[in-house]
Nanobody, 115 residues
Framework: QVQLVESGGGLVLAGGSLRLSCAAS????????GAWYRQSPGTQRELVAS???????YYADSVKGRFTISRDSAKKTVYLQMSSLKPDDTAVYYC?????????WGQGTQVTVSS
């Protein structure tokens, strides 16, 4: 059984930084992709950033130049480094990871950016 545990969310002032982590555990043979989504109240979940294998990345226009997605294969963890945070970045952030040919979601972590 595969499980994803997210951490790193919290309250931060505008202009600050946070690093989200998504750690996978269980019977894992292959992790080939990871992504971070976010959802604010009353909005649809949106893709923020993704990484395929170790070096192919995608970023939503709204976070380009401010967020960085990365993976640590040994630790089976996907990260999202967020800098220059804005109040509009406030949302619940979810990781989604491709493991053993299936995709799994994390439980979500709240990020709140105050002005």
């Amino acid at each position: 059984q595969v499980q994803l545990v997210e951490s790193g969310g919290g309250l931060v002032l505008a202009g600050g930084s946070l690093r989200l982590s998504c750690a996978a555990s269980g019977s894992i043979f292959e992790i080939n992709a990871g992504a971070w989504y976010r959802q604010s109240p009353g909005t649809q979940r949106e893709l923020v950033a993704s990484i395929i294998n170790l070096d192919r990345t995608y970023y939503a226009d709204s976070v380009k130049g401010r967020f960085t997605i990365s993976r640590d294969s040994a630790k089976k963890t996907v990260y999202l480094q967020m800098s220059s945070l804005k109040p509009d970045d406030t949302a619940v952030y979810y990781c989604r990871v491709g493991i053993n040919g299936d995709y799994y979601w994390g439980q979500g972590t709240q990020v709140t950016v105050s002005s």
